[in-house]
């Protein structure tokens, strides 16, 4: 997936670029002016382009009017702060799929681009299954590396944000686990600080950035996909888990998918 973004605020632009490599996706160019604009996205031909109301010369409808005039097969979503439901409606009748009004996250648009490019994210199946003619050796190693695929699987189908740190402590946190469940007892004492000696951070920002992972998660509203994740309706919009709960709800799926 590429886009491109046009937006004269190089604070707002840089920011949505490295959100959106973040999420795996190009940003095939850049640019403050709408005329540009224009130019960029004939040549490029992105899967979306994201049109700031932050432009050098000409506006937001104007460029709107252009693309659509010229037939650029492009997804539009429109990031202002304007609120206006008659200038959201001459938007949305000029093509854009998508308008998010300001403020808002460089996360939420980058969302938003998913969903009006039709991106799905897939539902873990049963992800290890050891392969016959293997040798102990290989089935050890094999299984480690099994185990990394499907925590990242879970991760992409209920949301939780890559480009923070809880994301990689959650990992960490998850294989222990797996390898120790009775850790999850100790976690305070022992969990935490395992985490924090393998990324050389102290136990208590390992708790705070987990914790701001499953807040984060939770904000997105994926409960859907979460619950159909672990097969259960066992969270609503306004739960969410604590950090070892969380831990031991993933580790234990895959130790039982295992067995």
């Known amino acids: 997936m590429n886009i491109c973004i046009l937006s004269s605020d190089k604070f707002f632009?840089?920011?949505l670029t490295q959100t959106a490599e973040n999420y795996s996706i190009s940003v095939v160019g850049a640019t403050g002016s709408g005329i540009m604009g224009l130019k960029l996205i004939e040549q490029t031909n992105p899967d979306c382009t994201i049109i700031d109301n932050a432009l050098e010369d000409i506006d937001v409808l104007e460029v709107l009017?252009?693309?659509n005039a010229l037939g650029y097969r492009t997804k539009l979503i429109t990031v202002s702060s304007i609120n206006n439901q008659n200038i959201i409606q001459k938007c949305i009748d000029?093509?854009?799929d998508y308008?998010?009004?300001?403020p808002t996250t460089t996360d939420?648009?980058?969302e938003r681009v998913q969903d009006v490019c039709g991106f799905v994210e897939p539902i873990p199946e049963r992800l290890y299954v050891q392969p016959a003619g293997l040798s102990s050796n290989d089935v050890?190693?094999?299984?480690?590396i099994s185990v990394e695929e499907r925590i990242t699987n879970i991760f992409i189908a209920i949301g939780?944000?890559?480009?923070i740190r809880g994301y990689q402590y959650l990992r960490e946190g998850i294989k222990i686990t797996i390898e120790n469940p009775s850790i999850i007892n100790q976690i305070t004492k022992k969990l935490y600080?395992?985490?924090?000696?393998?990324?050389?951070t102290s136990a208590s920002k390992v708790e705070r950035s987990i914790r701001h992972a499953i807040q984060s998660t939770w904000s997105r509203g994926k409960i859907e996909n979460i619950n159909n994740v672990f097969g259960l309706k066992i969270y609503t919009g306004g739960e969410k888990p604590t950090n070892g709960e969380f831990i031991a709800l993933i580790a234990d799926k895959l130790l039982l998918e295992d067995l």
């Open 193 to 200: 600080p395992s985490i924090g000696e393998t990324f050389d």
């Open 108 to 110: 939420t648009i980058i």
């Open 99 to 102: 308008y998010l009004t300001k």
């Open 140 to 144: 050890g190693e094999t299984r480690k």
């Open 65 to 67: 009017r252009k693309i």
């Open 160 to 163: 939780v944000p890559p480009h």
């Open 94 to 96: 000029l093509g854009c």
């Open 13 to 15: 632009a840089d920011g």
